[in-house]
Structure formats: structure tokens, C-alpha cells
């Protein structure tokens, strides 16, 4: 299958890792993937701040850029989310737009839905032996609602030991400009989610969005806990060999 | 901006309690301070979050019960005008008298001058968040009226002298030894022995209460809800005092949002089995008190009804807001919210708290006066899953986002950010940028303000050695 990568701004930017590890994954599952490079950001920073009229341009540029392809993945729960949830409302009257947005959203998957419901594969054939704690991340659970989709594709990862996480459901305090604007709210929100990642004993705390990894990472990193946080692309994209 | 039917757009300032002194991040800042307050929040919330949880589970049609509270809702907002009118003749013609309220400052005009004609001095109240919302118990004392409240968690704020902070368990924040405290000192008559063990505590506030409403004729509730066409009014609480309010006093005023209202009676059927369940994650509400108008020879025999506005038409007019409307005064977001679990309802500054309140408080004193509300929450999306009538909370955030005055400096970078981004060639320009420069110093330490509060506690990742897409184009 041919597949287009929303790669997001954060990831191509901050987290080439994961972007890559979609790619190279998709890849040895025998897909076709192409990055169309006038791709930047999908608008969600500005939506949720408040600046939807900012947002317009780049929810156009979005839909421009991938209304080509059959099929999109994106290693973000969250910016998937937006591109579903919220690319059409910002189009507003502009109905066309809204449709040709509708159109791409309803093409778009975040990578544990596209592996299992359009490419029917639970077990990815990877190999990743450590302790792992998945968090499950609120726009994934709660706006894409993939449910235990990343669970059962991590289950299949040889030599992985996967714990499960406490509280798993709540939010780590990221929000996007939540976690600047509201920085003390979103620090006791950390603390609970490092608390809950400490407590069950993994190695690696992995999720599906690279914004919340950064988040609980930075957190885990300034403590100098020596859990690290790994994309679930990464760890899919992990074999023996 | 629309006005109807000549009726001020938002709520007043100077009356009521839906505007705090200071924004939810400089309030909240002080809440998180407080280690005890960030114990009893999380040890309650987790405690109610659980057994609502356990008792939702028992319903297989609960996802179906939603549907139905939330299409009734949509209905009724739909015709409230024709509702409302239904409603004021069914209460006139079962021997009530309806008042129609524009502001905070009408309702309490109304309820003063009611009371003032009864000639008594003091009035029982039942736990209403209406009248918390428009300041009626300072209206009424500065008026000589003292107003006793019955809800017990209610008699510990007002005792306290302090404000709610939570819709459902407005005292949420204080522990049993600090409510003996306040008993201990405020409370008349009280025995100077009393320990902190809560049925002691309960009886203290039974035996000083039940003086109070035995001797007092005149009572102000709140509604849950109003049937309009039957003209019954129904409150829903679990202690008893609403019964003893609305049954035992000569005179009634029930003071109640215009949004209140449900069609019809069967429609009661929906949502006395959604509010407990979601709310205190009973099965059944203890005590559901509902009368039509006066009844000869039995329960108060003048009944007035008050129906406030205070904003209420300017959240119907918004299309994407007025769901706030729906809400149904469970708690249920609050219970969820992670936010709300670490700051406390104090936080919000209005009666209001949780999720709820940030979208509600807002609306009903126009987005300037609440400016920082909308932005108190991480958008994670719990309080849209718990809300028993569907609320899609987090979506009237980002619309109430877009509606909020916006710091001059974070306009600029937000507009030269899109920009940007809209400039795939000066975007691959910026990350290049972004990777040289390196704005934060020492292992991503020290970031200049405002983003300094993410580096108060976090770490930024090391930038990496290439981009995504200067990798794809090498490789």
C-alpha cells in the first residue's frame, strides 16, 4: 500500500526518531511510504490557543497537500485528532474547504489504527527486550479512541515486558500551551504521572504522541530517574536482527 | 453581540459570585501550595470517581440514558421561550406567583422584598447554586435578614465564613478537625465538648439546625428541576433539611435558572437516573422533594418562583456554548478533572468550579471577565466522557479560546508562527535556526519567560543532529 506520512512539526523537528521509525517500519512491512515535503504543521497549536483565523491557512495547506493520497499515518495521536475533530469546524463557512477536510480526515490514521484496522496487523514482527509502560495518552484514548490497539501490538513485541501503568487514564498536565500557560497545574500533574511511571519499575515509559513524551520525559529526565521515554513507532520498528 | 428582549447580555459586575480577584493561574498557584488541601482533593475526588464509576457500570443502557438526557436538553433549548411561558401559567394557575428576574440584582431585589413582606428576619435556605450565584445571602443580610443555610456541607462554609468549592460537596476542602473548629466557634449554642468524630459532628449541626427550622417561616431553595407542563418544581438531596425546608415553612421562593426547565413529567425518568449515578454514585436520590404551586392545608401555602437570567440568553445565543445549559449540576467533571484535583474549586473564582465552571462562568459574564477559564484545562477530555448529558466540554473551550482577549506579545508569535508555517522553505529555515541557536543553555535549563515555567521542572530534549525531512532527503 502506498502511504503518505503526516510526519507533524514536533516529530520532524524534535523527534526524527520516531518519524523515521514509522518509515522504516512501514517500510519492512512491505508499504510504499512518500513524504510530501510541503507538509508543516497541522494547525493544533493555534486551534487550542485560540487563534483559529491563524490556523486557516495551515488547516488549507494541510488539506492541499494530502488530499492526494489514499492513505495518511501520523505518529500523534493528537495531531490526528485535530485533523479529525477540528480541521473542518476551523474551515467554517467555507464549506468546501470543510468538505475537502472532512474528505482527508477521514483518510488519516494514527499509526496503532492504521497497522490494525487498514493493514490487519497485530504482530509487527519486532523485537525490543525491556520493561515498558504504556501510556495511553488523552487524544488517543479519549478523541481517536484506539483503545487497546497499542497494548496489542506491544503485546506481540518479543522479549518486551510489558506493566501496566496506574491511572494510566489520566493526563500527564501537557496540553500543549497548557503546560506554559498553566506551568504549576501541569507540574502537579507531572508528578503524579512520574510518580505512577516510578512505581511500576519499567525502563521505558512509551506512548503514541510525542508531545506527552516530551513532557513526561523532560520531567523524568530532570529528576535523573534513568527511565527513558521511546515512541511506540520506535519500539515497533525494533527487530533482533 | 445580541440583546433580547431588552434583558442585559451578561451577568452584572459588583453582585454574585461568578468572577474571582485573580486569574485560575495565579489562584491556582496558591491552591497547589497547599500539600493538606492537594491530599483531601485527591483522597475525595478518587473516593466519589470510584463509586460513581461502580454504580454507572450497573446500567447496560447508560450510553443510551445520555443520549436521551442530551437530546431533551437540546429540545428544551430549543423552546425555552415557548417552555418557559407553559410553565409560568401552569405555577399561576396551581396558586403560585412566578417573578421573572433580568439580573443578579433583580432576583435578589425580588427575594428581599418577598421576604421583607413575610416580616420575618430570617429565612432557611436549601442548597442552591442559583442564589450562590447571585450573591442573595449577602443581599439579604445587608437587608437584616439573616439566611440560615441547611445543607450541612453548606452550614460549614457559611459558618466558616468562607466560599464553596465544589457544586455538589461545597465544603470538599476542609477535613473534620477543621469543621470542628468552625463549630466550635461560630456555631450558637453548640456543646464546647465536641470531638471531630463526623456523627458528632452531624449531630451538632441536626440539633442546631433542627431549632432553626422549626422557628423559621419563610424558606429559599433552588430546582433541579421544573416540569413545564404541570408546573412542578423538584429538588433532588440526600440529607433530609430540602424536605424540611420545603415542607415545614409558611412561605416558599424557589429562585431557579431559566434553564432548568424539562417538558414534560416522564422526562423526569431520564435524569433521576443519571444524577445520582453520576453525582454522588447513588443508585437512587435519597430525597426528591417536588410540589405544584400551594397545596390548602398542607406544605407552604405562598409559593413564589423566581426565574433568572443572568446571562442565561447570552449563552443560548452562541450555538457551539449554549450546551453549557445542559448541565445538570452533577459534578461529575469536577470528579474526573485532573486539573480540578490539584487546584480545588477556590481556584476558579466563581461558584462554578471544574470543567464546567470554565466554560459556563465565562459565557455568563462575557469571555473578558473570565478571560483566563477557558485556558484551565489540558483539553485531555474526561469531563466530555463523565458528563452524563454529553457535554462536549473540551470543544466549547477551544471555541471560548478563540472568543478571549489575547496577550499582545502571544498574538505576534502565534501570527509570525503561522506565518512560518505556512513558508515550508523559511519553516526548514527556522528548525535549522532553532537547532544552532540553542535558546536554552545548559541541558535545555533556563528558558526565558513565559516559557520559563516548563524549565522550572522539565528538562528540553537535546535538539537532534538532523530533521526528519533533511534525513528523507539524504537518505
Known amino acids: 500500500m502506498r502511504i503518505a506520512l503526516f510526519v507533524t512539526c514536533l516529530a520532524d523537528t524534535m523527534f526524527p526518531a520516531a518519524a523515521k521509525a514509522t518509515v522504516l517500519l512501514l517500510e519492512r512491512l512491505g508499504h510504499e511510504v512518500v513524504f510530501p515535503p510541503e507538509q508543516t504543521c497541522c494547525g493544533q497549536m493555534h486551534i487550542n490557543t485560540g487563534y483559529q483565523k491563524d490556523a486557516l491557512p495551515l488547516v488549507k495547506r494541510h488539506v492541499q497537500t494530502f488530499e492526494r493520497f489514499d492513505v495518511v499515518v501520523a505518529p500523534s495521536g493528537s495531531c490526528v485528532g485535530s485533523v479529525r475533530h477540528q480541521h473542518a469546524m476551523v474551515a467554517g463557512d467555507d464549506t468546501k474547504l470543510a468538505a475537502r477536510a472532512s474528505a482527508v480526515a477521514s483518510r488519516t490514521y494514527e499509526l496503532s489504527e492504521l497497522l490494525i484496522d487498514v493493514l490487519g496487523v497485530e504482530d509487527v514482527g519486532a523485537y525490543y527486550p525491556h520493561r515498558v509502560t504504556y501510556h495511553p495518552t488523552c487524544h488517543s484514548l479519549r478523541v481517536l479512541r484506539v483503545g487497546d490497539k497499542p497494548e496489542r501490538l506491544l503485546r506481540n513485541v518479543r522479549g518486551l515486558d510489558l506493566v501496566e501503568l496506574p491511572a494510566a487514564e489520566q493526563c500527564c498536565g501537557f496540553g500543549g500551551t497548557f503546560s506554559v500557560k498553566n506551568a504549576d497545574t501541569s507540574t502537579a500533574m507531572l508528578a503524579d504521572k512520574m510518580r505512577h511511571v516510578l512505581d511500576t519499575g519499567a525502563d521505558v515509559c512509551t506512548a503514541g504522541d510525542a508531545s506527552c513524551l516530551m513532557h513526561i520525559g523532560g520531567g523524568l529526565s530532570r529528576l535523573r530517574t534513568g527511565v527513558r521515554t521511546v515512541h511506540l513507532a520506535e519500539i515497533l520498528a525494533s527487530t533482533e536482527a | ?475
Open chain 2, 1 to 475: 453581540m445580541s440583546t433580547f428582549l431588552g434583558m442585559p447580555v451578561h451577568a452584572p459586575r459588583g453582585v454574585g459570585h461568578l468572577r474571582g480577584d485573580e486569574s485560575f493561574p495565579a489562584a491556582a498557584r496558591t491552591a497547589l501550595a497547599d500539600s493538606q488541601l492537594r491530599r483531601n482533593l485527591q483522597h475525595a475526588t478518587t473516593t466519589i470517581r470510584g463509586k460513581s464509576g461502580r454504580v454507572i457500570a450497573e446500567l447496560p443502557d447508560w450510553q443510551e440514558l445520555r443520549a436521551a438526557g442530551s437530546a431533551l436538553k437540546a429540545h428544551t433549548m430549543a423552546h425555552l421561550p415557548e417552555l418557559l411561558e407553559q410553565l409560568e401559567e401552569k405555577v399561576t394557575a396551581a396558586g403560585g406567583v412566578v417573578h421573572w428576574a433580568a439580573d443578579a440584582n433583580e432576583a435578589n431585589q425580588i427575594v428581599t422584598d418577598l421576604v421583607r413582606a413575610t416580616g420575618s428576619s430570617r429565612v432557611i435556605k436549601v442548597k442552591s447554586m442559583a442564589t450562590q450565584e447571585i450573591g442573595l445571602n449577602e443581599a439579604l443580610e445587608a437587608a437584616g435578614i439573616t439566611p440560615v443555610e441547611t445543607d450541612l456541607a453548606e452550614l460549614i462554609v457559611q459558618l466558616g465564613n468562607d466560599k464553596p468549592s465544589h457544586i455538589l460537596v461545597p465544603a470538599i476542602h476542609r477535613n473534620r478537625s477543621e469543621i470542628r473548629e468552625i463549630f466550635l466557634r461560630a456555631m450558637p449554642g453548640v456543646d464546647p465538648s465536641l470531638t471531630d468524630d463526623p456523627p458528632v459532628l452531624a449531630g451538632a449541626a441536626r440539633r442546631y439546625l433542627r431549632e432553626t427550622f422549626l422557628s423559621t417561616t419563610v424558606a429559599v431553595s433552588g430546582a433541579n428541576f421544573a416540569i413545564a407542563d404541570t408546573g412542578t418544581l423538584a429538588v433532588v438531596e440526600s440529607e433530609g433539611n430540602g424536605r424540611m425546608c420545603l415542607t415545614l415553612p409558611e412561605t416558599l421562593i424557589t429562585v431557579m435558572g431559566i434553564e432548568k426547565l424539562v417538558p414534560t413529567w416522564q422526562d423526569l425518568e431520564v435524569f433521576l437516573q443519571l444524577l445520582p449515578r453520576a453525582s454522588t454514585g447513588e443508585r437512587m436520590n435519597p430525597y426528591t422533594s417536588m410540589w405544584t404551586g400551594v397545596t390548602p392545608g398542607d406544605g407552604p401555602q405562598n409559593f413564589h418562583l423566581v426565574l433568572l437570567d443572568n446571562g442565561r440568553t447570552a449563552v443560548l445565543a452562541d450555538e457551539v456554548g449554549r450546551q453549557a445549559l445542559h448541565c445538570i449540576r452533577c459534578s461529575a467533571c469536577l470528579n474526573v478533572c485532573p486539573v480540578y484535583e490539584r487546584t480545588g474549586g477556590h481556584a476558579y473564582g466563581s461558584v462554578y468550579p471544574g470543567p464546567i465552571g470554565a466554560v459556563l462562568s465565562p459565557q455568563l459574564t462575557g469571555v473578558e471577565d473570565n478571560a483566563s477559564l477557558p485556558y484551565a484545562s489540558s483539553l485531555c477530555g474526561a469531563c466530555f466522557d463523565a458528563c452524563p448529558v454529553k457535554i462536549d466540554i473540551p470543544s466549547i473551550l477551544v471555541h471560548l479560546r478563540n472568543q478571549a482577549p489575547h496577550p499582545r506579545t502571544e498574538a505576534a508569535v502565534m501570527a509570525a508562527a503561522a506565518y512560518t508555517m505556512d513558508h515550508p522553505r523559511l519553516y526548514a529555515s527556522a528548525q535549522r535556526a532553532a537547532k544552532l541557536s540553542r535558546i536554552a543553555g545548559r541541558r535545555g535549563r533556563g528558558l526565558p519567560p513565559p516559557l520559563n515555567g516548563w524549565t522550572a521542572s522539565r528538562d528540553l530534549p537535546a535538539p537532534p543532529p538532523e530533521t526528519f525531512r533533511d534525513w528523507w532527503r539524504n537518505r
